[in-house]
């Protein structure tokens, strides 16, 4: 219930690849090693979406089965994180995601601060904007 920086970057890229993620911030580089082969090591609460090659996956850990992965179709809308229920309601309704997360920071307290956004062309060659 605390914003401590509103201009945290949420993108971790390791060997290429993008982790856009959403939780615990001092469990984020955890998933991201969890993903590249480590063993975890207690609970993480980090959810995160991973640009892998042409895959784009939602990505967590839990204590029953370790790292799991879900694909995530691109040809639809998609948005992790507390501010979820608002995006997914504003891109319902036409809404750009980079809108809808402006417009989810409007009424929940956990979205907020600097959006920077990604955009994967039809090739799965990706560009970031500020």
């Known amino acids: 219930d605390v914003i401590v920086y509103d201009d945290y970057d949420k993108c971790l890229v390791r060997d290429g690849v993008p982790s856009f993620c959403s939780g615990a911030t001092p469990d984020f580089p955890v998933l991201v090693d969890v993903y590249f082969g480590a063993k ?66 409007k009424r929940d307290t956990g979205t907020g601060g600097k959006i920077r956004t990604l955009r994967i062309d039809q090739h799965g060659q990706a560009s970031t904007s500020n």
Request: glycine content about 10%.
């Open 40 to 105: 975890p090591t207690g609970p993480v609460d980090v959810t995160a979406m991973v640009l892998d090659g042409e895959n784009l996956m939602l990505v967590a850990i839990d204590n029953d089965t370790g790292l799991w992965k879900s694909p995530i179709m691109r040809d639809r809308p998609y948005a992790i994180g507390s501010g979820m229920p608002f995006a997914f309601a504003a891109m319902d309704m036409g809404a750009s995601a980079e809108k809808a997360v402006e417009l989810a920071a």
